[in-house]
């Protein structure tokens, strides 16, 4: 049985129970948003700001993602040039709001230059005005002002609905111990705290996921909203010859992406991958597939985010959810002999 917060019409439980390849929810696969309520489908569906995507293809993918299951989708100020949030205008209409769960990311508020107090509270008013809705489920903060101080950072609660006022803060911009800061406002001042970290998750990229965020998840319940799964594509395998036309690392403004594939850690990487597909071979899968249930396999991330261009390609991803009870024991750790990165902490946080 499907939890009512994360279906749609009878129409369409009629379809899950009857063969549809929908989502595998967590007592069959969803998942709480770390230790809150909140629950979410355990892929998500970002938005992506490549050249030349078309706006009617976006609300097609979004309703193919919720018609599969999917109930998350994140959206941000940034993407697109401003306009990524936006392609959802006319989507929740078609829905039960009560059915979605919509994120943003906030930080410059527009083309504004003030700070981050200011400019979050005129992003967060944009964000909404664009989305036309009255809230949002969970607010990011794309990352911290240091002439702002913590307690600038937080948002109140403004709606009686069931938004959420959370914390986020990159990879790259916001330690541990920046995050525990800000949970000791929020409770200061009564107010949520964190509850969710988004993070970069894929088999070349697993400290922060699997050693940093379950210290937080089990001291102050931030959970973990994991994105590219393929590692901008690399994961794939699809640069496995080199730079395909009209590929994402052969676009304009990509130019770091394909110095990173061609580089030679880029090389023992392509080399890692083939190694791989052999795996997904005899799994009966594509490569994206298992790269993206291995993501999944782990039991600290609350939900994968997907980016797709194409319908095709959102459906395979979404395949991935059928790989998962194939990872057995033996196959993460033929998979973690291939790659050679497993990382270890040194404290057991299962205790």
């Not at 595998?24 to 489908?41: D, T």
């Not at 018609?67 to 006319?90: H, K, P």
């Not at 009560?98 to 994120?103: A, C, D, G, K, Y």
């Not at 992406?257 to 190694?275: C, F, P, T």
Request: aromatic residues 8%; hydrophobic residues 40%.
């Amino acid at each position: 049985m499907y939890p009512e917060s994360t279906t749609g019409s009878p129409a369409r439980l009629s379809l899950r129970q009857t063969g549809s390849p929908g989502m595998i929810y967590r007592h069959l696969f969803c998942r709480n948003l770390g230790k809150s309520g909140l629950r979410v489908s355990c892929l998500g569906l970002g938005e992506l700001p490549l050249p030349g995507f078309r706006l009617n293809m976006a609300e097609q993918l979004m309703t193919l993602a919720y018609d599969n299951g999917i109930n998350l989708f994140d959206t941000a100020e940034v993407y697109a040039a401003g306009n990524c949030d936006g392609n959802m205008t006319s989507f929740p209409l078609f829905y039960r709001r009560s059915s979605l769960v919509i994120t943003t990311k906030i930080f410059w508020g527009g083309k504004c230059l003030v700070t981050v107090l200011m400019s979050s509270s005129l992003g967060l008013k944009a964000s909404l005005e664009r989305l036309q809705l009255e809230y949002v489920d969970v607010v990011f903060a794309n990352r911290p002002d240091p002439n702002t101080p913590m307690e600038g950072l937080i948002f109140r609660n403004t709606s009686s609905q069931t938004f959420i006022s959370t914390l986020h803060f990159t990879v790259r911009a916001m330690t541990s111990m920046e995050i525990m800061e800000a949970y000791s406002v929020a409770r200061q001042f009564n107010l949520i705290p964190p509850i969710c970290e988004q993070a970069e998750y894929h088999m070349f990229q697993r400290e922060k996921v699997e050693v940093q965020l379950p210290e937080l998840f089990h001291k102050i319940g931030v959970g973990a909203m994991t994105w590219s799964p393929l590692a901008c594509g690399i994961v794939s395998g699809k640069y496995d010859s080199g730079i395909p036309p009209y590929s994402r690392a052969s676009l304009k403004g990509y130019q770091w992406l394909k110095d990173k594939i061609l580089s030679e850690e880029g090389r023992r990487q392509q080399a890692k991958l083939k190694e791989l597909q052999a795996i997904a071979e005899r799994l009966g899968c594509t490569l994206p597939q298992l790269a993206i249930a291995w993501c999944l396999r782990n039991e600290g991330v609350s939900s994968v985010l997907l980016g797709a261009s194409n319908a095709d390609q959102l459906m395979e991803n979404i395949g991935a959810i059928q790989v998962l009870p194939k990872l057995s024991s033996s196959i993460i750790h033929e998979i973690d002999s291939i790659l050679g990165n497993k990382p270890y902490s040194k404290k057991d946080y299962r205790s």
